[in-house]
């Protein structure tokens, strides 16, 4: 079965850069959508289409992609960045979803 | 404003069946896909089943054979038969509308539903 891999967590300080890596041998064909999670609540939409961002999510939020490796950047981070970070896409025949496992974001 | 609000979670036998339902609000129900998105204690999350306008139905292997998905346009409201359920089915259960970004992605989650499968 098809897989994306995330690293299980990422650590930096405040105003840091963060970078989450997702990686798939379908990437390159399927768009990539990135979803953050806090502690209790339900997920939300951070990056759509690998680089766009949905209305109301703040600037320091991109994503990128070279190859079968997307990016999530998040620029300037705050202690509200805390939180689990998914990469979402499909298989290659587009028609199944698939989650990556999912990088807990520390603010330390 | 979209509102998704599930129900019908609840504790149920090895083997049993539960029925879950999202009602749908603040948006044309009809004219998007929906899905189902399962999250299990402390694990990450897990794409179940998506439906589409016009009722076309996909399932991750882990529930076909034993979950169904429909919805009811006139009453803006999404649906999970699941049957079958076995201990691994155990999880918080999203109910979620699609962004209609040309490839399925979820842009409206509920607050979800809990399901408890333990003898």
């Known amino acids: 079965s098809y897989e994306m891999t995330q690293p299980p967590s990422v650590t930096v300080s405040p105003g840091q850069t963060a970078r989450i890596t997702c990686s798939g041998e379908t990437l390159p064909k399927q768009f990539v959508y990135w979803y953050q999670q806090k502690s209790g609540q339900a997920p939300v939409l951070v990056i759509y289409k690998d680089t766009e961002r949905p209305s109301g999510i703040p600037e320091r939020f991109s994503g990128s992609s070279s190859g079968t490796t997307v990016t999530l950047t998040i620029s300037g981070v705050q202690a509200e960045d805390e939180a689990d970070y998914y990469c979402?896409?499909?298989?290659?025949?587009?028609?199944?979803?698939?989650f990556g496992g999912g990088t807990k974001l520390t603010v330390l | 404003q979209v509102y998704l609000v599930e129900s019908g979670g609840g504790l149920v036998k090895p083997g049993g069946s539960l029925r879950l339902s999202c009602a749908a609000s603040g948006f044309t129900f009809s004219d998007y896909y929906m899905g189902w998105i399962r999250q299990a204690p402390g694990k990450g999350l897990e794409w179940v089943s998506y439906?589409?306008?016009?009722?076309?139905?996909y399932y991750a292997d882990a529930v076909k054979g034993r979950f169904t998905i429909s919805r009811d346009n006139d009453m803006n409201s999404l649906y999970l038969q699941m049957n079958s359920l076995r201990p691994e089915d155990t999880a918080l259960y999203y109910c979620?509308?699609?962004?209609?970004?040309?490839?399925?992605?979820?842009?409206?989650w509920g607050r979800g539903a809990l399901v408890t499968v333990s003898s």
């Open positions: 979620a509308k699609d962004a209609a970004y040309r490839s399925v992605a979820f842009d409206y």
């Open positions: 439906i589409s306008s016009s009722h076309a139905t």
């Open positions: 979402q896409s499909a298989d290659s025949s587009g028609l199944y979803v698939i």
